[in-house]
């Protein structure tokens, strides 16, 4: 990024307990950001689920966001499944996608 001369202030995420507030847990994005720096990802995957529908997961985040904080978001939405155990031994496969 130009015209940045430290990097932003990150929110860590930390265990993969579900929050008691929002079901649909999102990675967190600094507040002094600017609206240009933010992207929102389409994350696909794998799951039991039977509604091929929910294999996805939108995820915002800016160009300093982990991978780790977008795994960890993708399993605390339960759209994996419940109760995630080893968290750690999850990561992403990236492909390129045609729109």
């Known amino acids: 990024m130009s015209g940045v001369s430290e990097p932003l202030s990150r929110v860590k ?4 307990r579900r929050p008691e507030g929002p079901a649909e847990p999102m990675v967190v994005v ?3 950001v600017e609206k240009e720096d933010v992207r929102i990802l389409k994350v696909c995957f794998y799951s ?4 091929p ?3 996805f997961k939108l995820v915002k985040c800016t160009v300093q966001t982990e991978i ?6 993708i399993l605390l939405s339960g759209r994996i499944g419940p109760n995630i155990q080893l968290a750690e031994c999850y990561g992403l496969r990236l492909k390129h996608m045609k729109s």
Do not use: A, Y
């Open 68 to 73: 780790r904080e977008i795994i960890t978001s």
């Open 53 to 55: 529908g929910k294999n």
């Open 13 to 16: 995420l930390g265990t993969l």
């Open 30 to 32: 600094p507040v002094d």
């Open 48 to 51: 039991n689920s039977f509604n």
